[in-house]
């Protein structure tokens, strides 16, 4: 028994691990971060994640973009360096970067040999102690510079009824939607009450046989089986309790980042809102 407890303990402990931290700028990764991008239908461009880092988020994302660009040189067979990196810093030189801004800049490069355009999308970066920026940039990179229609992406962190559908599993909800530790929290949480309420009725039911088989000692065996009971009925409201919000973390708490390109086409959906003012459901139209 000491051991559930002490597996429940650091099943809490990952529930509440995810919490919101200064030192990134989303609590949990997006999934672009991950290699799943947007489904793009348009093959005039193509996603690419670029990192890069520096003492200032601006030095990180210059640098992502240097990555960017030296890398696409090199699929050309060519080195980016001297006054064409030069270049890619003028070009660079107004986009100031903040913490809480979103920002989308569009780059067309022409040197010598090699001609480019991409367009920044998102941004995830993350502080490490020493105040070093860590930064992930989300472009949309052009087959052709010359023929390339960059397209809108739109960014959520909300999953709706398709997370809460996937929560009717202890934790699969969350796994779905990118709070992976929370999601094997939850998961292993209500496995361990599980366990604990099969214990504690196994024990209390021992010790109902023995106050038959030892009348004498009936006294000592019921009390103990009364407190097994009680343990038993304890597991068992910690598990309704873990299941409820398991379901309503689902629902309403924000997953990881996940974009779609704005194709035109117009959608109803409906996602759980919970607030100070007012709790329900939201229907949104998209178009």
């Given amino acids: 028994m000491k051991t559930i407890f002490v597996f429940l303990l650091l099943c809490l402990y990952g529930i509440s691990m995810q919490a919101a931290r200064p030192d990134k700028s989303d609590k949990i990764a997006p999934r672009w971060k991950n290699g799943v991008f947007p489904k793009n239908h348009d093959n005039s461009y193509y996603f690419k994640v670029a990192h890069g880092e520096g003492r200032t988020l601006s030095d990180a994302c210059e640098s992502a973009v240097l990555t960017l660009v030296g890398d696409l040189a090199s699929m050309h067979g060519v080195s980016v360096k001297g006054t064409a990196i030069e270049k890619i810093k003028a070009e660079s030189r107004d986009h100031v970067y903040t913490e809480n801004i979103e920002h989308n800049y569009t780059y067309n490069l022409d040197f010598d040999n090699f001609k480019t355009a991409f367009t920044q999308i998102d941004i995830y970066w993350e502080k490490d102690k020493s105040g070093i ?112 919000y398991n379901l309503v973390d689902a629902a309403i708490a924000n997953g990881a980042k996940r974009g779609r390109i704005q194709s035109g086409q117009k959608y109803l959906s409906m996602t759980p809102v919970m607030g100070t003012e007012c709790n329900g459901l939201a229907l949104t139209f998209h178009f």
């Fill in 133 to 244: 920026y860590n930064c992930w940039v989300l472009f949309e990179v052009a087959n052709n510079a010359d023929k390339v229609r960059f397209q809108e992406v739109t960014f959520t962190k909300k999953y709706g009824i398709r997370g809460l559908a996937y929560s009717l599993i202890p934790g699969v909800g969350q796994l779905y939607k990118g709070s992976t530790a929370k999601g094997l929290s939850i998961l292993g949480g209500e496995a361990a009450l599980a366990a604990a309420i099969v214990l504690c009725e196994n024990t209390r039911a021992s010790y109902v046989k023995k106050m038959r088989e030892q009348p004498a000692h009936a006294k000592t065996y019921n009390s103990k089986a009364d407190n097994w009971e009680t343990g038993r009925n304890v597991c068992i409201g910690a598990a309704v309790a873990l299941y409820i």
